[in-house]
């Protein structure tokens, strides 16, 4: 048994999990696993193989985590080799007989980076040069901690996802600023379906003043919400899985591997700061 940390953009495919007629980060992993004759043609999926967590579309991830029985060659380079760019291995470990990359994981963190000026900022006071969108989006920087102290901690979620079962957790929600953003780090053992983006939309919700600390009182209680005072989740681009703990495994970075993913990422960071330079220049232009 080996387990590889995967990094991935999440942008252009339809989440993690394998679906009919859409690109997944599963099927890319599957078919390179393929090209190597690791995975025989007609096998739906490698001997004893699961995955950390099953990421939704959009949503990008730094140590998702894969197990599956495979020969001693197998590096992330090689993997590496016959994966598409936005998707690379870079780390290994062995991992014991039985392991499972799902069932064992003690501690999940996923990260959000949340556009959300600070209240009086000047991106909140210059509309001009926000568009319009600093405004609206302006944060409390107070109330936002005080909604993920509100989040944190043993709670039944069954208004916060998609999930009709196994909704009780207990994540642990802070933010950082960082310039026009909050940085929220959500750390719980597992999660539902969607939560941690609705998590992530009740405490926004709060903070910019659009709703009250009680309404994550009512979201919480054993009633469900009705239609008009649902939750929606926040958007999935801006969402990283950042870490998955396995304590019984030790990671070996692969060098080549992991220069491999920076060049790809830092590539791809340049890519998007043109593209929102290009945004700003016609959006300033519209007047």
């Not at 991992?95 to 963190?109: L, S, W």
């Not at 302006?138 to 998609?162: I, K, M, Q, W, Y």
């Amino acid at each position: 048994m080996r387990a590889f940390r995967i990094a991935y953009d999440g942008t252009d495919y339809y989440g993690y999990q394998r679906q009919p007629e859409v690109p997944t980060v599963e099927d890319a992993i599957f078919d390179a696993l393929r090209a190597l004759s690791v995975l025989e043609d007609d096998e739906e999926k490698p001997t004893r193989y699961a995955a950390a967590g099953r990421t939704d579309a959009g949503v990008s991830a730094l140590a998702q985590t894969v197990a599956l029985e495979a020969p001693d060659w197998l590096t992330p380079r090689a993997v590496n080799a016959e994966l598409p760019a936005d998707v690379r291995a870079w780390a290994v470990a062995d991992a014991p007989d039985g392991f499972h990359a799902t069932h064992h994981a003690t501690r999940r963190e996923y990260t959000y980076h949340l556009y959300a000026p600070a209240a009086g900022s000047r991106a909140d006071r210059n509309d001009a040069e926000s568009g319009g969108l600093a405004r609206e989006r302006a944060v409390e920087d107070e109330r936002f901690a005080a909604a993920c102290t509100a989040l944190s901690g043993a709670h039944d979620f069954h208004n916060l996802t998609l999930d009709d079962d196994n909704t009780e957790r207990s994540p642990t929600l802070e933010a950082s600023r960082d310039g026009d953003y909050l940085v929220v780090t959500v750390v719980a053992d597992g999660f539902a379906r969607e939560l941690v983006r609705r998590l992530v939309s009740l405490a926004r919700a709060v903070g910019t003043g659009e709703t009250s600390l009680e309404k994550i009182d009512r979201a919480l209680a054993p009633d469900p919400l009705p239609g008009h005072e649902g939750i929606a989740p926040a958007p999935p681009e801006p969402l990283v899985l950042t870490d998955v703990a396995y304590p019984a495994l030790s990671f070996e970075i692969d060098s080549q591997a992991a220069e491999s993913a920076r060049a790809v990422f830092d590539s791809r960071s340049v890519e998007r700061k043109t593209g929102a330079r290009v945004a700003r220049h016609v959006a300033d232009g519209v007047r």
